[in-house]
Nanobody, 123 residues
Framework: QVQLVESGGGLVQAGGSLRLSCLAS????????MGWFRQAPGKEREFVAT???????YYSDSVSGRFTISRDNAKNTVYLQLNSLKPEDTAVYYC?????????????????WGQGTQVTVSS
C-alpha cells in the first residue's frame, strides 16, 4: 500500500520558516517527480513546487525565491523549505507523487497524494 505522509507544519509568525517533510512508503519514487500543492480555506488546490527525478525544480511565481523543494531518494523523502512566510501562505500543504519522471505542475500529473499538513502564518 502506497502512502505519503507529510509532517512539519505548524503555526509561525510572518517572516518565519518551516520545513515540511513527505515520507513515502510502499514503493520507491526515486524515478518519479514529486510535488507540493496547497489549499487555503475557500480556495482551490494550487501548485507550489515540483522536483524531477534528476532534481530539476520548478516553482509557482508566488513562492519562487522563498520556498525550496529537495529530495533524498535514499530516505524516500521529499522536503519543502518555507522561508519568509507570509499570512497568504496559510494553507494545508499536500505532497504528491507524479506518474512521470519530469517535473510537472498540473495536479492531474500526480496519482498519489498525502493527507496534508497545516501551515498557519500569523501577521
Amino acid at each position: 500500500q502506497v502512502q505519503l505522509v507529510e509532517s512539519g507544519g505548524g503555526l509561525v509568525q510572518a517572516g518565519g520558516s518551516l520545513r515540511l517533510s513527505c515520507l513515502a512508503s510502499g514503493r520507491t519514487f526515486s524515478t518519479h517527480a514529486m510535488g507540493w500543492f496547497r489549499q487555503a480555506p475557500g480556495k482551490e488546490r494550487e501548485f507550489v513546487a515540483t522536483i524531477s527525478w534528476r532534481s530539476n525544480t520548478y516553482y509557482s511565481d508566488s513562492v519562487s525565491g522563498r520556498f525550496t523543494i529537495s529530495r533524498d531518494n535514499a530516505k524516500n523523502t521529499v522536503y519543502l523549505q518555507l522561508n519568509s512566510l507570509k499570512p497568504e501562505d496559510t494553507a494545508v500543504y499536500y505532497c504528491a507523487a507524479s506518474q512521470y519522471s519530469s517535473a510537472s505542475s498540473p495536479a492531474t500529473a500526480y496519482d498519489y497524494w498525502g493527507q496534508g499538513t497545516q501551515v498557519t502564518v500569523s501577521s
